[in-house]
Nanobody, 120 residues
Framework: QVQLVESGGGLVQAGGSLRLSCAAS????????MGWYRQAPGKQRELVAR???????DYADSVKGRFTISRDSAQNTVYLQMNSLKPEDTAVYYC??????????????WGQGTQVTVSS
């Protein structure tokens, strides 16, 4: 059993900042990658940012230069620092992890989602 617990969402004015956190716990052998996706009303879920076990990062073009993803491997935790927030960043943000529960079995896991609302 693996759980991803997110925190840090909320309401912020445009131009403000928020920091999301996601901690993975349970039967974890190793984590390949962790990341954040978001889904706005009426839209598909999209990748925001991800970081691999080798510390490589990917960002959506829309957040480059404003968002920073980081990872504490010892704590199985990933963070998303969001600066210069825009109303179009409003969405439910989901934590994601690709991890092995045994040396031979891996799967993708999702958090429950945290609401981020940016007012204009």
């Amino acid at each position: 059993q693996v759980q991803l617990v997110e925190s840090g969402g909320g309401l912020v004015q445009a131009g403000g900042s928020l920091r999301l956190s996601c901690a993975a716990s349970g039967s974890i052998f190793t984590i390949n990658a962790m990341g954040w996706y978001r889904q706005a009303p009426g839209k598909q879920r999209e990748l925001v940012a991800r970081v691999t076990s080798g510390a490589s990062t990917d960002y959506a073009d829309s957040v480059k230069g404003r968002f920073t993803i980081s990872r504490d491997s010892a704590q199985n935790t990933v963070y998303l620092q969001m600066n210069s927030l825009k109303p179009e960043d409003t969405a439910v943000y989901y934590c994601n992890a690709y991890l092995y529960t045994t040396p031979h079995h891996w799967s993708a896991y999702w958090g429950q989602g945290t609401q981020v609302t940016v007012s204009s």
